[in-house]
Nanobody, 123 residues
């Protein structure tokens, strides 16, 4: 099982940038797909993007494509979410999660979750 802790959230103005980090414990980090999700108040948790086990493949929700970039460093058991050109609608709690699926965009495909980090974008 992979235990994860996110960090890097905060308050930023529209158009600004933030970089989230997610550090995972355990020796199986390099064998799992890592994803980022977000949940705004009153809304369901939604897929943001994910990275394959090796880091060679990344894929994103249309709402963040071209603005967000996911990367991972398996030597450091860490996955990152670089967020640029932030918009007020990006305000949410951001979660990292791990999946044994090769490709995953659904919440139910992820079985280990971090506690989340708040991102607030002011207009």
């Amino acid at each position: 099982q992979v235990h994860m802790v996110e960090s890097g959230g905060g308050l930023v103005q529209a158009g600004g940038s933030l970089k989230l980090s997610c550090v995972a414990s355990g020796r199986t980090f390099s064998s799992v797909t890592m994803g980022w999700f977000r949940q705004a108040p009153g809304k369901e948790r939604e897929f943001v993007g994910a990275v394959s086990r090796s880091g060679s493949l990344t894929y994103y929700a249309d709402s963040v494509k071209g603005r967000f970039t996911i990367s991972r460093d398996n030597a450091k058991n860490t996955v990152y979410l670089q967020m640029n050109s932030l918009k007020p609608e990006d305000t949410a709690v951001y979660y990292c999660a791990s999946s044994t699926f090769t490709y995953g965009t659904e919440v139910l495909q992820y079985n280990n979750w971090g506690q989340g980090t708040q991102v607030t974008v002011s207009s």
